[in-house]
């Protein structure tokens, strides 16, 4: 099979136009991923009141904790994946393919078990107001039993990103969050199931994804077999892939602790500032999918043009990711400006929630360029193999700026003296990352 015919193939072409094909359908993917909690969110606050509402925001911290671990082991495989591509290995990348959905789907079992038995306690652990628990405890058990369907159906699109291909993934995705909306509303407000109603949603729906993602590898990758005999668990491919992916699994093991404690810094000022912590978090994390987009992107291209030799087209590539994360962010903290308390408004009526949410969207948002920029870096460096050091500065960043900066400030400023803490701390990784880049050294790990 010849490589250079192979469609997802990142290492030819004119740079702008192989990114640009990859980042969009990559970034549509992801948007439409968001709507899973987005519209939970909005039917929620809008439905169930602002109790409810707070009551998922508050598992979302905490699911991601849960799940954090794979996530970082997934992204060292993806890496490994995009090499055996880029340098036409494909018979490892089967080996690959088979052993991450092995570990994923049986951890992913462990961990829906863990999260049920031990909810409650993670609920009273980060301090979360007591009259949101019941409803919390309610909605995150049932969606934690959807953990095997959620963690395997996103080590599927990994793995297609991983070899890069983002249209497929974008068409799964767009297939499951329709899914998640149909559900939503029948199970909300048709059967009137409640807070239950709305996890189950989401649980059918990711489980849609796992079942047609089966089918699309089946029919669309010639190179990789779902056939129960070629499933097989290779050793030596998984501990290279958990040597990339563990310093990110312990990077999003540090960071989701470290949001859960910064939910307990934000649970002292009430439901009110919960409510609209969670509310603006998702726009956030809505605005900086076009960030881990290119992120993504840089991780696969430079990815495959590391395993091909390729290194002028990682710079050219990087250059281009930066120019237009800089007409984005400026342009989307513009509409920020203007347009904040509307876009708080369709998750919550309530005043006090809007001006909370629209404070912190103005902080945060004064920083969209350098994260971005943050994650272009990381991405491009993750892609030749090196997670070390964005493990480090991760720990660091949050654990002695952001998280003790949320404490000091807020006992100054209020709730405003956490969204300053975030700006910080984006920033001083910003620049860490920024030398460390400039320095070379990661270009050592490839291959």
Not at 31 to 56: C, M, N, P
Not at 97 to 107: C, E, Y
Not at 399 to 422: D, E, K, Q, T, V
């Amino acid at each position: 099979m010849e490589n250079r015919k192979l469609k997802g193939d990142l290492t030819y072409g004119k740079v702008w136009k192989v990114i640009l094909a990859f980042v969009f359908p990559l970034l549509i993917g992801n948007l439409l991923q968001q709507t899973y909690q987005i519209v939970d969110s909005i039917i929620v606050g809008r439905f169930l009141g602002k109790e409810a509402l707070a009551a998922v925001s508050a598992s979302f911290f905490i699911y991601y904790f849960i799940i954090s671990f794979i996530i970082g082991v997934g992204s060292g495989i993806t890496v490994v994946i995009s090499q055996f591509f880029g340098s036409g290995q494909y018979g490892r990348v089967q080996l690959a393919f088979s052993s991450f959905l092995i570990f994923t789907f049986i951890s992913g079992i462990l961990l829906s078990v863990a999260g049920v038995v031990f909810a409650e306690s993670f609920f009273r652990l980060t301090k979360v107001p007591e009259d949101v628990v019941p409803e919390a405890l309610r909605y995150f058990r049932v969606y934690m039993c959807g953990t095997p369907f959620f963690v395997t159906f996103n080590s599927f699109l990994s793995i297609m990103r991983g070899m890069g291909d983002s249209k497929r993934p974008m068409i799964l995705v767009l297939i499951t969050a329709v899914l998640n909306v149909i559900f939503d509303v029948l199970f909300i407000l048709y059967f009137k199931w409640d807070m239950e109603g709305v996890a189950f949603a989401t649980v059918l729906a990711q489980g849609a994804g796992v079942f047609m993602s089966v089918i699309f590898v089946r029919r669309s990758y010639a190179w990789l077999s779902m056939k129960r005999e070629d499933m097989k668990f290779d050793r030596s491919l998984f501990l290279r892939g958990m040597k990339i992916g563990l310093p990110t699994s312990i990077q999003q093991c540090s960071l989701s602790i470290g949001l859960l404690a910064l939910l307990g810094v934000v649970n002292v000022f009430g439901t009110d500032t919960l409510t609209a912590y969670g509310a603006a978090g998702k726009i956030d994390t809505l605005i900086t999918q076009f960030i881990l987009a290119l992120s993504s992107a840089m991780a696969a291209f430079c990815g495959q043009n590391m395993g091909a030799g390729h290194m002028s087209r990682i710079r050219q590539g990087v250059r281009f990711a930066m120019l237009i994360n800089a007409l984005f962010s400026g342009g989307i903290y513009v509409i920020i400006c203007l347009f904040g308390r509307e876009i708080m408004e369709v998750f919550s009526f309530d005043e006090v929630v809007v001006s909370i949410g629209y404070d912190y969207l103005l902080i945060v948002g004064a920083v969209f360029f350098l994260h971005g920029a943050l994650n272009i870096m990381n991405g491009a460096m993750r892609g030749a193999g090196d997670t070390l050091f964005a493990m480090i500065t991760g720990i660091v960043l949050f654990w002695f700026i952001r998280i003790p900066l949320a404490g000091f400030l807020s006992g100054y400023m209020g709730y405003r003296g956490i969204w300053f803490a975030i700006t910080i701390s984006i920033t001083a990784g910003f620049i860490a990352t920024c030398i460390y880049y400039k320095s070379g050294r990661w270009k050592r790990n490839g291959g």
